[in-house]
């Protein structure tokens, strides 16, 4: 629940809504976003895949004050017509959006990229991981007409190779660059756009790629700061991004990930 967290309560998102996309339990990063802004006062809606997930995203739903769930599958576009137009019925007008999703089929995410990437395999990252943004990205901004903020997840698979993160890799270097494009299109209209890149974390996505465990502990070692990525640290970065203390950043992809990226090679511990 909301109290595996320490997160600052305040009324920074106060009068503030938004819709959180991607819990699917309590170790999803969409989790502690939203623990976090609703910890500063922000309205929410949740969207989750399927109504498997309701049961266990339910209780955490209710847990911070979120009543409105709502079944959203990227992929289907009847889906995302009927998520938003219950989201616009329950809300009026939007402040912010969250989109923590990603998929991609498990024998694409180990071994040779080269050998094991199928064109439907390429296809279905891309989809549900990067195109879904762009749709997402149009469907809110239409209900944000006083400006607003949107934030994506990716991580440094975009920049760098990552073994076995493969096709993701490709996806979140794409999301990014969407991250981008949207920003130009949208900030006329006061609407932000980022994301943030964040450390290998313990959730079911980490799972599905093939020694995605040994991912932490290597971002860890190889960290400046030689810990783990915290929830509180991409939380509060997210609060940040999608309240007023984030004016005038937008295009960005902001590294949470205890100084990973910026590392050129693993330190000896000498000098
Ligand atoms: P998670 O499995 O908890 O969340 C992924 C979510 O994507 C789930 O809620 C799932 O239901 C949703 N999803 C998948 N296919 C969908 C579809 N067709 N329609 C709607 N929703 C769909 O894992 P997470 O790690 O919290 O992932 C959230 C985001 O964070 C992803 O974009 C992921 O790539 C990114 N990220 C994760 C890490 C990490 O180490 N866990 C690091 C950096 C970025």
Redesign the pocket.
């Known amino acids: 629940m909301a109290d595996d967290y320490d997160f600052p309560k305040g009324d920074l998102m106060k009068g503030k809504k938004g819709v959180v ?5 309590h ?4 989790w502690g976003i939203a623990s976090q802004l609703a910890a500063q006062g922000a309205e929410m809606a949740f969207t ?2 399927g109504e498997s ?1 309701e049961r266990r995203v339910r209780p955490l739903a209710e847990s911070i004050g979120v009543t409105t769930m709502i079944t ?4 289907d576009d009847a889906s995302m017509d009927a998520a938003f137009a219950a989201i616009e019925k329950k809300f009026g007008t939007l402040d912010f959006v969250v989109h ?4 991609a089929d498990r024998d694409q995410l180990k071994g040779s990229f080269v050998e094991n990437t199928t064109r439907d395999g390429f296809m279905l990252a891309m989809n ?2 990067a195109y879904s943004f762009v749709d997402v990205a149009r469907r809110a901004s239409r209900l944000m007409p006083n400006g607003g903020s949107m934030l994506s ?3 440094l698979g975009s920049e760098r190779v990552i073994p076995n993160y493969n096709m993701m890799g490709v996806a979140k270097a794409a999301l990014e660059a969407c991250t981008r494009y949207a920003a130009r299109d949208l900030g006329p209209s006061g609407i932000r756009v980022n994301a943030i890149s ?4 313990r ?4 799972a599905g790629i093939s020694g995605g465990r040994g991912m932490i502990a290597q971002g860890r070692s190889f960290s400046a700061m030689k810990e783990d990525t915290s929830m509180e640290g991409v939380a509060g970065c997210a609060l940040w991004l999608l309240s007023d203390l984030g004016r005038s950043t937008t295009g960005e992809v902001v590294h949470v990930d205890a100084g990973f990226h910026m590392m050129g090679f693993p330190d000896s511990g000498e000098g």
């Open positions: 996309m991607g819990v699917a339990n170790n999803s990063i969409a989750y895949l997930l959203a599958d990227v992929t923590s999703i990603a998929h549900i991981s997840m990716t991580y964040a450390g290998a974390m959730t079911l996505s980490l």
